[in-house]
């Protein structure tokens, strides 16, 4: 099936901590995943991506993590900022750009 | 380089009524892919196109169509409204035909009452 879920709804962190969000995908023949960040009133905003013939993936202070073998998917925030607070959604790209969305978790950073 | 537009930014329609909303990728992708978010579904896949072909359609009533036009620009209509179809609506461009990096645009909230 088409299935992309997070673990978990909500999550609080320290200004300056490192933040992990998890994703859970069921489609074991997907081969592209993104991760989101949409702040309030605006769209979603691209983070980072992975194929699927990755485990690891860097960014500017972003890491993706690949574990095909479980079907899971993280994404890891470094030294949290308050602007990194926002709804965070991983994604599953399939074919001819059609994406599928988890529920999303929302970060609070706490000052 | 503009980002995707879209407009108009919000709407307010009543049941019964149709809609249309545009959006306008970013200059030279050719793929426009509309989604509906809405706090209970979340974001769902509506339609994308690429060339002016539909190339894949997701699980909404017929109720929900669109459009691509030569210049890329794309529309999407809603008719017969229904309360549930309050949301924002989002349209994400791609310049690569098989899946890649999409862009999403700030969307059109549409309220129907």
């Known amino acids: 099936g088409e299935s992309v879920g997070l673990h978990l709804p909500t999550l609080s962190v320290q200004e300056g901590d490192n933040s992990i969000i998890n994703c859970a995908y069921s489609?074991?023949?997907?081969?592209?995943f993104i991760w989101y960040k949409q702040e309030s009133g605006k769209g979603p905003q691209f983070i980072i991506d992975?194929?699927?013939?990755?485990d690891k993936r860097q960014g500017q202070r972003v890491t993706v993590l690949l574990n095909k073998t479980v079907k899971h998917l993280s994404l890891q925030i470094a030294a949290t900022q308050p602007g990194d607070s926002a709804v965070y959604f991983c994604?599953?790209?399939?074919?001819?750009?059609?994406?599928?969305f988890g529920q999303g978790t929302r970060l609070t950073i706490n000052p | 380089k503009a980002g995707v537009t879209q407009t108009p930014r919000y709407l307010i329609k009543t049941r019964g009524q149709q809609v249309t909303l545009s959006c306008s990728p970013i200059?030279?992708?050719?793929?426009v892919s509309w989604y509906q978010q809405t706090p209970g579904q979340g974001l769902q896949f509506l339609f994308e196109?690429?060339?002016?072909?539909?190339?894949n359609k997701g699980n909404f009533p017929g109720r929900f169509s669109g459009r691509q036009f030569s210049n890329s620009r794309s529309e999407m209509n809603v008719s017969t409204l229904e309360l549930g179809d309050s949301a924002l609506y989002l349209c994400?461009?791609?310049?690569?035909?098989?899946?890649?990096?999409?862009?999403f645009g700030q969307g059109t909230r549409l309220t129907v009452v």
């Open positions: 992975i194929r699927s013939n990755m």
């Open positions: 994400a461009s791609s310049g690569d035909s098989k899946g890649g990096e999409a862009f």
């Open positions: 196109y690429f060339s002016e072909t539909q190339r």
């Open positions: 489609n074991s023949a997907s081969d592209y």
């Open positions: 994604a599953e790209n399939k074919a001819a750009q059609k994406l599928v």
């Open positions: 200059s030279g992708h050719r793929s």
